[in-house]
T-cell receptor, first 114, second 112 residues
C-alpha cells in the first residue's frame, strides 16, 4: 500500500513568516510530486509540482524534493492570511505504465494569523 | 465558464435511493476521475476512466458505479445510498501527460 504522510496540523504562523509544510512517501518508485491547496468546502487547486531533486520556486512558493529521504516539502514565504487553507501533498508513480493515479496525503491545515 | 462542472452541487437523499452525480469538462482531457473526501481524510479514488471505453475501479468502488457517456462526461451512481456514503465528491480530469489533475467544484452529498 503506497502511503503519503503529512502532519495534520494545525500549523499556525504569523503573517509575513515562512510556513513549512512537510510530506513523506513510502514508494521509492514515485516520480512526480504535487502540492494542492484546498480552502474549506472548496476543491483542491494545484500550486505546483516537482520531479527532480532540489528546489523549485514559483513566486512565494518553493517545493523541495529529496528522493533519497523520500521527503517533499512546500515553503511559503511572506505568508498571508489568504494562504490559510489545507495543503495536500500528492504523489504519482510514473513507472511501469501506472501513471494514472495520484495518492494523496490527508493534508496539513495552515493558519496564518494577522 | 468553469472547465470542470459538477451537478448537483448539493444533494440530500434517503437510505436506499439511487442517485447520480454528473461531471462535465471542457478541457478536452481524456482521463477523468471520481474521488470522495471525508472530513479529516484525504481524497480516495472511486473510479477512473482513460477514455470512453476504458473504466477502472479505484480504492473504494464498492457501492458505486460509473458511466462515461462521452469524452466530456463521466457520471457516478450510488445504486442504493447508505449513510456512510455521506461525503464530498469530486470529479477530476487530466491530460495523461504530467498527470496534473484538475478538480471540479464538488458535490456535497448527505444520505439520511
Amino acid at each position: 500500500q503506497k502511503e503519503v504522510e503529512q502532519n495534520s496540523g494545525p500549523l499556525s504562523v504569523p503573517e509575513g513568516a515562512i510556513a513549512s509544510l512537510n510530506c513523506t512517501y513510502s514508494d521509492r518508485g514515485s516520480q512526480s510530486f504535487f502540492w494542492y491547496r484546498q480552502y474549506s468546502g472548496k476543491s483542491p487547486e494545484l500550486i505546483m509540482f516537482i520531479y527532480s531533486n532540489g528546489d523549485k520556486e514559483d513566486g512565494r512558493f518553493t517545493a523541495q524534493l529529496n528522493k533519497a529521504s523520500q521527503y517533499v516539502s512546500l515553503l511559503i514565504r511572506d505568508s498571508q492570511p489568504s494562504d490559510s487553507a489545507t495543503y495536500l501533498c500528492a504523489v504519482n508513480q510514473d513507472s511501469g505504465g501506472s501513471n494514472y493515479k495520484l495518492t494523496f496525503g490527508k493534508g496539513t491545515l495552515l493558519t496564518v494569523n494577522p | 465558464d468553469a472547465d470542470v462542472t459538477q451537478t448537483p452541487r448539493n444533494r440530500i437523499t434517503k437510505t436506499g435511493k439511487r442517485i447520480m452525480l454528473e461531471c462535465s469538462q471542457t478541457k478536452g482531457h481524456d482521463r477523468m476521475y471520481w474521488y470522495r473526501q471525508d472530513p479529516g481524510l484525504g481524497l480516495q479514488l472511486i473510479y477512473y476512466s482513460f477514455d470512453v471505453k476504458d473504466i477502472n475501479k479505484g480504492e473504494i468502488s464498492d457501492g458505486y458505479s460509473v458511466s462515461r457517456q462521452a469524452q466530456a462526461k463521466f457520471s457516478l451512481s450510488l445504486e442504493s445510498a447508505i449513510p456512510n456514503q455521506t461525503a464530498l465528491y469530486f470529479c477530476a480530469t487530466s491530460d495523461g501527460g504530467v498527470e496534473t489533475q484538475y478538480f471540479g467544484p464538488g458535490t456535497r452529498l448527505l444520505v439520511l
